[in-house]
């Protein structure tokens, strides 16, 4: 089926988002909103949408023109009898959309294909309501539509066969990378991506790490993007919250269990940057602050050290961390009896410090640092670390011009701590079978905004590495949702990668 017409029902910002992205292929589409002060609203945001591509220099005047001329708004669900696909875009709400269903049921020819834009409801179910259940797909765009690459392509159990094939084919027309899985949860993307963002939330509200530090770990260390808590600021506290109790309703898992702290600032109206306030203050300011290195308070000030004592514990930039210790003009020994400012045990991630600090009979000027990334030096604290020896290794840290964030001694550090988890549920995904490591790079890529997908990430750390720090957190805390999916000690026991 060659789709040429289509209705959009819903123009907020992502309905009228997909109503340009239909449009700027060549396709006639009617744009509906049942109620007429809405349909004047959406209206207005495909015209600036416009407006500004035009100002950029992405369309011309003529172009422009052209692509409004053929989005033909309408009050009526009547409007869309000539679609060959109606796409669904309202609230996150079943009821909801099943009446938009029926509606379109009713309205459409009975060839037209019906699809969802839902990010993490049942396409199953929404299906299983209609006159046509071998004709309704999940067809998810990521906001803003016009700018982002991916889409998520969901089939059920119900699907006809083609159908998810012209949805697919379609998608590619439209420019957009597809990737095509099957109805569960929170697609690839959102299930990837809430986890990940819920269990930051935990670990500042458990006060494992101070936000500006969970931040700088997640863009310094990992390389992403964006901060966890800026970007569920920036996604909704609110709609963080509902996706991630979809994804407990149907998984069951501890990953999915919603961070107490969600709730709470949900409940108190601070859901982000719509409300004002989330993790992060918006009064007066137009973007969550950048990430920025850890401010020590109540906390002695201290000059770069003259000396240290290095003690190598596994950490596996052990060279490369000595190397710039030294062109930083800072003598190393290695026996803690010399005299020296500080004493530094060169980490690994699933190694712990306190045993070596302790061993060097100096535990009060001891601390751990671990290079994670390029620019991140996790400074790993023990019970026993006295404030001057902190005060001391942030001093070395910025001397070698390094981020530095404040981590307890525990397996993982602060980015390992988080990122491992991460990847483990995406391995369980290929493991799962219900997408392949490309299309989950893919998706996280274009979708996620990450510079490199989970998969590589993985296979550069090292899927020996990440299942041993995943085995010392499942051990320390007892959570099942640490627990090393058994693909992951098969590919780490074979020497394998994911991508290769």
């Given at each position: ?384 670390s006295g404030p001057a020896a902190v005060a001391t290794a ?39 079978g219900y997408a392949s490591a490309a299309d989950i790079d ?59």
């Amino acid at each position: 089926m060659e789709i040429r017409e289509a209705a959009v029902v819903g123009l907020g910002t992502m309905g009228a988002g997909i109503a340009e992205v239909l449009a700027r292929s060549g396709m006639q589409v009617t744009a509906i909103e049942v109620d007429e002060a809405a349909l004047a609203r959406g209206m207005a945001n495909l015209d600036r949408s416009l407006a500004r591509a035009a100002a950029r220099g992405k369309l011309t005047e003529q172009e422009r023109g052209q692509i409004r001329g053929r989005v033909r708004p309408a009050a009526s669900f009547a409007a869309a009898s000539g679609a060959d696909l109606a796409v669904e875009v309202v609230p996150e709400r079943m009821e909801i959309k099943q009446q938009i269903f029926a509606q379109l049921d009713q309205a459409c020819r009975a060839d037209a294909i019906l699809a969802t834009n839902t990010s993490s409801l049942s396409v199953t179910a929404i299906a299983a309501r209609t006159l046509r259940p071998g004709r309704v797909v999940g067809l998810h765009f990521f906001n803003p539509a016009p700018v982002m690459r991916l889409v998520e392509v969901v089939t059920t159990v119900l699907t006809a066969q083609g159908t998810g094939a012209a949805v697919t084919d379609l998608a590619r027309r439209l420019g957009k990378t597809p990737v095509r899985v099957s109805d569960r949860a929170g697609f690839v993307a959102n299930a990837l991506l809430l986890p990940f963002l819920n269990h930051a939330a935990a670990l500042l509200e458990s006060g494992y790490a101070t936000r500006e530090d969970i931040e700088t770990a997640a863009t310094s260390g990992i390389g992403l993007p964006m901060g966890p808590l800026a970007l569920l600021d920036l996604i909704g506290l609110d709609t963080a919250l509902s996706i991630l109790q979809v994804l407990h309703g149907e998984f069951g898992a501890s990953r999915y269990v919603p961070a107490p702290l969600l709730r709470r600032l949900t409940d108190a109206g601070q859901t982000g940057r719509k409300s004002g306030r989330g993790f992060y203050d918006y009064a007066g300011r137009q973007a969550a602050p950048s990430a920025s290195p850890v401010i020590i308070q109540n906390e002695i000030s201290a000059a770069a050290p003259a000396a240290i004592t290095l003690i190598d514990a596994g950490g596996d930039s052990f060279g490369e961390f000595a190397s710039a210790v030294a062109a930083a003009g800072v003598d190393i020994t290695r026996d803690p009896a010399d005299p020296s400012d500080l004493v530094v045990v060169a980490a690994a991630a699933d190694r712990g410090v306190l045993a070596a600090a302790i061993e060097t009979g100096r535990p009060a000027d001891a601390v751990g640092l671990h290079w994670a990334g390029d620019k991140l030096a996790e400074l790993v604290t023990t019970p026993l670390s006295g404030p001057a020896a902190v005060a001391t290794a942030v001093a070395l840290a910025a001397e070698l011009g390094l981020d530095v964030v404040r981590c307890p001694d525990r397996p993982g550090f602060l980015a390992g701590a988080l990122l491992c988890p991460h990847l483990n549920d995406a391995v369980r995904m290929v493991q799962d079978g219900y997408a392949s490591a490309a299309d989950i790079d893919t998706a996280m890529t274009l979708g996620c905004g990450y510079p490199r997908g989970p998969m590589r990430m993985l296979d550069q750390i090292g899927p020996a590495a990440a299942l041993s720090v995943l085995t010392q957190m499942h051990a320390r805390y007892g959570d099942p949702g640490f627990a090393p999916v058994p693909l992951l000690a098969e590919y780490a026991a074979a020497g394998l990668g994911f991508c290769s």
